[in-house]
């Protein structure tokens, strides 16, 4: 995904990182089908599309076009609204793993998911994690802070911002930390409502690039968010 392509050009774990505009690819028949030739063009011999729920356009179909003699998928959740779908992609694949029913986090999925592939369960494997090299003291207080972040990429799971205000007052009052409110530039608004009701916020909505988003959130001390 184009959108997080930048970080993913910071970690050591890839050769190459090639970007993707996902909401292009659901839309554009003609991007779609350029995409499909360049996948088809790096003649992989193996895809790995991990996945838990299913990404027809979007993940499964660019395993399927991409004619890898290995192609490897998790099982997924065939069960909810996207059943059928799900079970239409999983004949794509020359390998599924196996996936637990029910609700897990992110990382529980991942973890489940490297188990499948590997073999090694996450108590005896070793975890590398890359540092970022990025300078953000232009950005953070000098003093602690916390980070909230308003809005969401679907309205119908978003608090009311009246609540964001709020709560994030009385944190504030409480912990002695800096409200930080982040977002994009489209969301400016909806964050500089919030931060003109707090004393003492700061508004940076539109003023952070995602590498720089990571390091706020490893510095601050809680995040608050929807999602």
């Known amino acids: 995904n184009k959108s997080w392509a930048s970080l993913a050009n910071t970690i050591p774990f890839w050769d190459e990182v090639y970007s993707v505009d996902v909401s292009k690819l659901k839309r554009n028949f003609s991007y779609r089908r350029s995409i499909f030739k360049d996948v088809r063009n790096l003649k992989i011999s193996t895809i790995i599309q991990p996945t838990y729920i ?3 356009v979007t993940g499964d179909s660019i395993a399927r076009m991409a004619n890898a003699t290995v192609r490897i998928g998790s099982a997924g959740d065939n069960t909810s609204k996207r059943g059928l779908q799900k079970k239409i992609a999983n004949q794509w694949y020359t390998r599924l793993i196996t996936a637990i029913p029910g609700n897990l986090n992110v990382l529980e999925r991942n973890i489940e998911f490297t188990f499948g592939l590997t073999g090694i369960n996450s108590e005896n494997a070793s975890f590398y994690i890359p540092e970022i090299q990025i300078e953000i003291g232009h950005l953070i207080p000098t003093k ?22 709020s709560i ?3 944190l504030a009052i409480r912990t002695g930390y800096i409200p930080v409110i982040c977002g994009t530039r489209s969301e400016f608004e909806l964050c500089k409502w919030i931060s003109d009701q707090i004393e003492g916020s700061i508004n940076l909505a539109g003023k952070t690039n995602l590498l720089e988003a990571v390091e706020l959130i490893r510095k601050a001390k809680f995040v608050l968010s929807n999602d």
């Open 144 to 165: 602690s802070y916390f980070l909230v972040f308003p809005a969401s990429n679907g309205s119908y799971k978003m608090w009311p911002r009246e609540r964001f205000a």
């Open 54 to 56: 299913c990404c027809l």
């Open 168 to 170: 994030s007052r009385s």
